[in-house]
């Protein structure tokens, strides 16, 4: 299984680990799932607001493209992405690597 699923040429879904109150921001991937580590407390959705500033900034898109479909409050979270052309699955994976 992996973290990437592509649903259409457009839209891809993301499997995320969620580990809040770090001293730093970090993405780790375990094959599966994508570990983010994020400042932020789970609090008044806070940790959800900078996971979504997080993606947004990785994969170069506007913040209305990613809607969290299950796992706001739980830290096993499943993400989509609505791109507004055709991305390769490549091009998405060498973006959550670069730093």
Excluded at 3 to 30: C, G, M, P, W
Excluded at 94 to 99: E, I, L, P
Aim: glycine content about 2%; cysteine-free.
């Amino acid at each position: 299984m992996n973290f990437l699923e592509k649903h259409s040429d457009t839209i891809y879904f993301i499997r995320l680990n969620v580990k809040t109150n770090s001293k730093t921001q970090a993405i780790v991937n375990n094959g599966s799932f994508l570990t983010i580590f994020l400042t932020s407390k789970p609090i008044q959705n806070r940790a959800n607001k900078e996971l979504i500033n997080l993606l947004k900034r990785k994969l170069k898109i506007s913040s209305n493209q990613i809607q969290i479909i299950s796992g706001s409050k739980t830290k096993n979270k499943l993400i989509k992405i609505s791109f507004l052309e055709n991305v390769e699955e490549e091009v998405i994976r060498k973006r959550f690597n670069q730093k």
